[in-house]
């Protein structure tokens, strides 16, 4: 059974680079074509799509977010990982990993992580 | 970018009441993909419906999306006690992905 799980620190400093992984378990990163996505919601708020990572490495990210993202792949431990640099009190979110329903698309997301809880703060 | 507006913004109804949630997106949605999600505190979303009217699987035939281009709803035949949360439309026909702002379904 798929299950993805997100890590990293729970506090970052104003500044600072925030950085998650998440980590693939029950199936291979590298023998599928999907779009592993990072998503996030601030407290009280809703969801925003930060960007997704293709399993061969290709990466598409918000906009409004791009100048700060930086998604990653590491087939070898079966995980990717977000770093948003230069963060920001409006930054404080959770923020999920989740997988498509289907291959080759960056949406409907049916498996998500659990969610992992960045707060900004000095 | 696509901007997705879902209304109402709260929906208060009683058990066995049918709930009918519209997201309403400012250019047409390419291929109509269009998602669903529901959303209870301190979860993660789960999706319920793709492609504006596929179940997911294990998803009950209550629920069913339809609509096409700028108009999709998300219909709940008869409203179950744990049916009452928020509920998510999200674009993926262009990038970015975008979400609806979420309609709360409370009982009444």
């Known amino acids: 059974q798929l299950q993805l799980q997100e890590s990293g620190p729970g506090l970052v400093k104003p500044s600072e680079t925030l950085s998650l992984t998440c980590t693939v378990s029950?199936?291979?990163?590298?023998?599928?074509?999907?779009?592993w996505g990072w998503i996030r919601q601030p407290p009280g708020k809703g969801l925003e799509w930060i960007g997704s990572?293709?399993?061969?490495?290709?990466?598409s990210h918000n906009p409004s977010l791009t100048s700060r993202v930086t998604i990653s792949v590491d087939t070898s431990k079966n995980q990717f990982s977000l770093k948003l640099s230069s963060v920001t009190a409006a930054d404080t979110a959770v923020y999920y990993c989740?997988?498509?329903?289907?291959?080759?698309?960056?949406?409907?997301?049916?498996?998500w992580g659990q969610g992992a809880m960045v707060t900004v703060s000095s | 970018e696509i901007v997705l507006t879902q209304s109402p913004g709260t929906l208060s109804l009683s058990p066995g009441e049918r709930a009918t949630l519209s997201c309403r997106a400012s250019?047409?949605?390419?291929?109509?993909?269009l998602a669903w999600y529901q959303q209870k505190p301190g979860q993660a979303p789960r999706l319920l419906i793709s492609?504006?009217?596929s179940r997911a699987t294990g998803i009950p035939d209550r629920f069913s999306g339809s609509g096409s281009g700028t108009g999709f709803t998300l219909t709940i035949s008869r409203l179950e006690p744990e049916d009452f949360a928020v509920y998510y439309c999200?674009?993926?026909?262009?990038?970015?992905?975008?979400f609806g702002q979420g309609t709360k379904v409370e009982i009444k």
């Open positions: 029950g199936a291979s990163i590298s023998s599928s074509n999907y779009y």
């Open positions: 990572i293709y399993s061969r490495g290709s990466t």
């Open positions: 989740a997988r498509p329903d289907l291959e080759w698309r960056r949406g409907a997301f049916d498996i």
């Open positions: 492609d504006a009217s």
């Open positions: 999200q674009q993926y026909g262009s990038s970015p992905g975008t």
């Open positions: 250019q047409s949605v390419s291929s109509n993909y």
